[in-house]
């Protein structure tokens, strides 16, 4: 099967180009490597070279990042600081320079831990069309949306109130068995805690039974006891060559305490 590849100057003009059998290339990870592969559901892939793709910048008091800039670029990134350790628990270093926030939010699972960051910092989705999606209507509709995404808008969390866990099969790197994400403002007390886990659904999911068990609650084994007991509720994992769906039941709430309880192990 023969590959047309079409580069367009703007966005917008990307968008328009995409038709049955068309795959925008972000960095091309998966694109390109499904092509390697053979891929058969695709033989049109459209990139553009719009400049904003690669821009972060200041949006209120957080971050807006085109979709088309790179975990590493996230890492090097001034005022990204709390995504860095994010982007740097995604792939090696080829990877990472690769790598797009926006590719990052379309990957299957276990796949997609940027975007589970993104789902706990309840950032934004901004579409080519101009229309701005909360992250979890995003991923609701991920199916069905028509589109390219543009940007992502993250608001700035409290000092030392976000918090990123990856569990991996080989360390430092690799796909995640799980992956857990929380917002967690409050201090002593917490108060309006987002939880998101990343390889325990189709998508990264919210544990809004663990955010609702979390609210006034102090961080320490007490505290954190009922948001361990129901933060499997609403979850849906699946089996995969890493881990089963029985596996990773198993193994959330231990690792959902030791990031609420900040432990290294
Ligand atoms: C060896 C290896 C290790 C990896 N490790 C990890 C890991 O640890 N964690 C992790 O999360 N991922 C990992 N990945 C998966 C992948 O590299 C990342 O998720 C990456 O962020 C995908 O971005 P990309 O730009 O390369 O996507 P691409 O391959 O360019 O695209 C992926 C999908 O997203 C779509 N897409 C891309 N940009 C846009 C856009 N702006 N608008 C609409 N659709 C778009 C594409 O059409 C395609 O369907 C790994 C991949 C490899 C090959």
């Not at 972060?56 to 890492?75: C, D, E």
């Not at 309840?122 to 991923?139: K, N, R, W």
């Not at 918090?163 to 790197?173: L, M, Y």
Request: hydrophobic share 45%.
């Amino acid at each position: 099967m023969s590959i047309t590849v079409d580069t367009y100057p703007t966005l917008s003009d990307a968008a328009l180009a995409m038709r049955e059998g068309s795959q925008f290339l972000g960095g091309g990870t998966m694109v390109v490597r499904g092509l390697n592969f053979g891929a058969q559901d695709y033989d049109h892939v459209v990139r553009s070279t719009d400049a904003a793709l690669k821009e972060v910048r200041p949006a209120g008091s957080g971050l807006q990042i085109g979709a088309g800039v790179t975990m590493t670029q996230v890492m090097q990134a001034s005022g990204a600081e709390f995504l860095a350790p994010v982007a740097r628990a995604i792939g090696g270093p080829a990877v990472r320079n690769m790598a797009t926030v926006g590719g990052n939010l379309f990957v299957r699972s276990p796949y997609g831990d940027f975007g589970v960051a993104l789902l706990a910092l309840d950032a934004s989705v901004q579409m080519s069309d101009g229309q701005s999606l909360p992250i979890e209507t995003f991923y609701a509709q991920r199916a069905s949306l028509r589109g390219l995404v543009a940007a992502v808008t993250v608001p700035r969390p409290g000092h030392g109130a976000f918090r990123f866990r990856k569990v991996t099969r080989t360390r430092p790197k690799g796909a995640s068995v799980l992956s857990i994400a929380a917002h967690l403002p409050g201090g002593s007390r917490i108060s309006g805690a987002r939880i998101a886990f990343g390889a325990m659904g189709a998508t990264p999911l919210r544990a809004k039974s663990a955010e609702a068990a979390l609210e006034g609650a102090s961080l320490d084994q007490g505290g954190i006891q009922a948001a361990l007991d129901s933060c499997l509720n609403g979850l849906d994992p699946q089996d995969d060559a890493l881990a089963s769906a029985w596996y990773r039941r198993e193994i959330a709430a231990v690792h959902l305490r030791r990031l609420l309880l900040d432990e290294e192990r």
